[in-house]
Nanobody
Framework: QVQLVESGGGLVQAGGSLRLSCSAS????????AGWYRQAPGKQREFVAT???????SYADSVQGRFAISRDNTKNIVYLQMNSLKPDDTAVYYC????????WGQGTQVTVSS
């Protein structure tokens, strides 16, 4: 069983930055993928970025060049550095960790004001 706790959300003006963190507790080993997804009001949850345990990353086109995902494998923490934030980035951001199962965090609100 893996439990995920996110932090770092908040209110920021357009053009600002935030860093999200997701701490994973529990036991897992081997290849795993950590990622961030988001859900804006009235919209479906969408992919933002992922990073494998080996460090390979993938980004949605909408955040490429503005967001950076990273992880600390010694502490089982994944980060999402968000720069040049836009009002369209406003959403609840969810951490997802995939091992032999998929685990989701509770979400953290990010609000970008214009």
């Amino acid at each position: 069983q893996v439990q995920l706790v996110e932090s770092g959300g908040g209110l920021v003006q357009a053009g600002g930055s935030l860093r999200l963190s997701c701490s994973a507790s529990g036991s897992f080993s081997g290849i795993n993928v950590a990622g961030w997804y988001r859900q804006a009001p009235g919209k479906q949850r969408e992919f933002v970025a992922t990073i494998t345990s080996g460090g390979s990353t993938s980004y949605a086109d909408s955040v490429q060049g503005r967001f950076a995902i990273s992880r600390d494998n010694t502490k089982n923490i994944v980060y999402l550095q968000m720069n040049s934030l836009k009002p369209d980035d406003t959403a609840v951001y969810y951490c997802r960790w995939t091992t032999s199962r998929i685990y989701w965090g509770q979400g953290t609100q990010v609000t970008v004001s214009s």
